[in-house]
């Protein structure tokens, strides 16, 4: 089956570092993926829509210079948190729609997540 | 997209169903129901979908209401490596998921 795959798993860093996460679709193409992050026992929050070729599209208040997001080929995006800061500090996660299915209802595939710690 | 209700958390017995439900009484003519489950400090794990008719794989029974309002995701006959939160996501044709705060399901030995 479809899987994504995200490497780190796991990051500490100190603060004001940038910390590259990638992600990536295994066997199977992906002209759009997507970007979460997850605060402790909360829901997970989309940040962005990663697109194949051009920008990403970030959610509000989400701060694009922030978190640079490059999907430079159909099998990989990079999320980087730029200058990070223990406020950072969070999973973040990333998925991909899968091939096949009618109209689009396609489910999506999530990595396993990189859990990032900023001292 | 439409808002889902869950709640926060359910209780089950080991070997029997689970029975988990959600609300997206705003849901529209061509979207989804998606469910997934996230176990601790993983990615969430997609388990079943459906748009009108009922649908079962191996791993869950998905039952949508006649007026799509609302789901029930059923597990036949839980286990411990079940206990999860449970996400029910409603989306279109854009592949955005917008989650809401999912069932937290503990299966009891």
């Known amino acids: 089956g479809a899987v994504v795959s995200q490497h780190p798993s796991w990051v500490i860093c100190k603060s004001g570092t940038s910390v590259k996460i990638e992600c990536r679709s295994l066997?199977?193409?992906?002209?759009?993926m997507f970007w979460y992050r997850q605060f402790p026992k909360q829901s997970l929050m989309l940040m962005a829509t990663s697109n194949e070729g051009s920008k990403a599209t970030y959610e509000q208040g989400v701060e694009k210079d922030k978190f640079l997001i490059n999907h430079a080929s159909l099998t990989l995006s990079t999320l980087t948190v730029t200058s990070a800061h223990p406020e950072d500090s969070s999973f973040y996660i990333c998925?991909?729609?899968?091939?096949?299915?009618?109209?689009?209802?396609?489910?999506?595939?999530f990595g396993d997540g990189t859990r990032l710690s900023i001292l | 997209d439409a808002k889902t209700t869950q709640p926060p958390s359910m209780d089950c017995a080991e070997g029997r169903a689970a029975n988990l439900p959600c609300n997206h009484s705003?849901?529209?003519?061509?979207?989804?129901v998606y469910w997934y489950r996230q176990i601790h400090s993983q990615g969430p794990q997609y388990i079943i979908h459906?748009?009108?008719n009922n649908e079962t794989n191996e791993m869950a029974s998905l039952i949508i209401t006649e007026d799509r309002k609302s789901s029930t995701l059923i597990l036949p006959h839980a286990t411990l490596r079940d206990t999860a939160v449970y996400y029910c996501?409603?989306?279109?044709?854009?592949?955005?998921?917008?989650f809401g705060t999912g069932t937290r399901l503990k299966v009891l030995a």
């Open positions: 996501i409603v989306r279109r044709g854009t592949y955005k998921y917008i």
């Open positions: 705003t849901i529209s003519g061509n979207e989804y």
């Open positions: 998925s991909a729609p899968g091939t096949g299915g009618r109209g689009g209802n396609q489910p999506q595939h």
């Open positions: 066997d199977f193409q992906a002209t759009t």
């Open positions: 459906g748009l009108k």
